[in-house]
């Protein structure tokens, strides 16, 4: 059975005890660049989404749309092993969501959350809501708590 992405992240963020700031935007923005001209702010307060595999499991690290994950540097701060990219049917079946519209929370179950530090700098924060249309807006310690995200070092 298919559900709606968005409603789950809708849902989630009131559940979590946040506002509901989805905007559906007029096109798609399939990258954190098309999304900062969509909205209007800097790329770097784009809050990608992003899926690794770390030995079959989940990890969502939610990392600024103004630069790229140093993988080695994260397993190294985790003290794991290799991490991965994770496949687009990996990532739709650990989040409900297609790659390019996933969004920080309203997955099926709990993901291990990893947050860029970097992002601290900006005020206001925008992520994916589940589709490739739609942002939601929020601070960095808002979605570090609804969440459950441990800020690291990620490039």
């Known amino acids: 059975m298919l559900t709606d992405p968005v409603a789950n992240v809708r849902r989630a963020l009131t559940a979590a005890g946040a506002r509901d700031t989805v905007t559906v935007l007029a ?6 660049a098309a999304a900062a001209d969509a909205l209007g702010c800097d790329v770097a307060a784009i809050t990608n989404s992003l899926v690794f595999e770390v030995d079959g499991t989940p990890l969502l690290i939610l ?3 103004a630069a790229k994950v140093d993988v080695r540097l994260v397993a190294s701060q985790l003290g794991t092993g290799r991490i991965r ?9 650990h989040t409900g969501q297609e790659v390019g519209g996933v969004a920080p929370l309203g997955h099926p179950a709990k993901i291990r959350t990893l ?3 970097s992002l601290e700098e900006h005020s206001t924060l925008w992520a994916g809501a589940g589709d490739h249309h739609s942002m939601f807006s929020i601070s960095y310690n808002e979605l570090q708590r609804i969440t459950d995200a441990h ?3 990620v490039r």
């Open 27 to 32: 096109g798609a923005v399939p990258t954190a």
């Open 63 to 65: 990392a600024s749309g």
């Open 85 to 93: 990219r994770a496949a687009p049917d990996f990532v739709l079946r």
């Open 115 to 117: 947050l860029d530090a």
């Open 151 to 153: 800020a690291l070092r």
